[in-house]
């Protein structure tokens, strides 16, 4: 067993043994609203939203991106399960600002091992082989997380599956503070209608 599997097994042993009544907490989220954010490690969406167990749904993924499958997620959130608003939450030195797409794909294509960063840029230091199946994904990334904001905002709230009475807000979180910074752009864009 690897020591990250027996950590986690471990964790998981000590939140079960005082789970209580958390197991009565219904699907639909009791605070009625959504997060699409970023996975990054630094970002604890319960902690900077104040969220408990059963509040909110939160949605991650690379970049906190309004992907097809993210889109997917918010409209079951809103349509079977009730969420009434959305947020959009992206941050200050997300990785994703760090590599474009054509990067990305020639690194795949050289070697499916972990890539390193240096002055220089990115360095792939596998032997390979790689994939060209990098080539078939778009990977979403962006050079100013407010800007990426503004965009993915307008992509949900022009989503023909989003209704116009759910408002969706926009905010950058840093990193380096702990802040919500909202995007008024976005905020405004994503007004309910």
């Known amino acids: 067993m690897s020591k990250i599997l027996s950590e986690v097994l471990e964790a998981d042993a000590r939140y079960s043994a005082g789970f209580g009544d958390k197991g009565a907490l219904t699907i639909p989220p009791a605070r009625k609203f959504a997060i699409l954010t970023c996975m990054d490690a630094r970002l604890d969406p319960a902690k900077f939203a104040g969220l408990s167990e059963g509040d909110a749904h939160v949605i991650r993924n690379a970049g906190g991106r309004a992907s097809d499958d993210a889109i997917r997620s918010l409209v079951i959130s809103y349509k079977l399960l009730g969420t009434q608003e959305f947020f959009v939450i992206h941050h200050t030195d997300c990785g ?85 910074i909202e995007v008024p752009e976005a905020t405004k864009l994503g007004a309910a209608a």
């Open 96 to 180: 994703m600002a760090l590599f474009t797409d054509a990067i990305i794909r020639d690194l795949l294509a050289n070697s499916l091992d972990t890539a390193v960063v240096d002055q220089k840029g990115w360095h792939d230091v596998g032997a390979g082989p790689g994939s060209d199946a990098g080539e078939f994904v778009d990977w979403l990334t962006f050079a100013d997380p407010a800007s990426a904001v503004v965009t993915d905002v307008r992509r949900i709230r022009t989503h023909p599956l989003v209704p116009s009475r759910i408002p969706i807000y926009g905010f950058v979180y840093d990193v380096r503070t702990g802040k919500l």
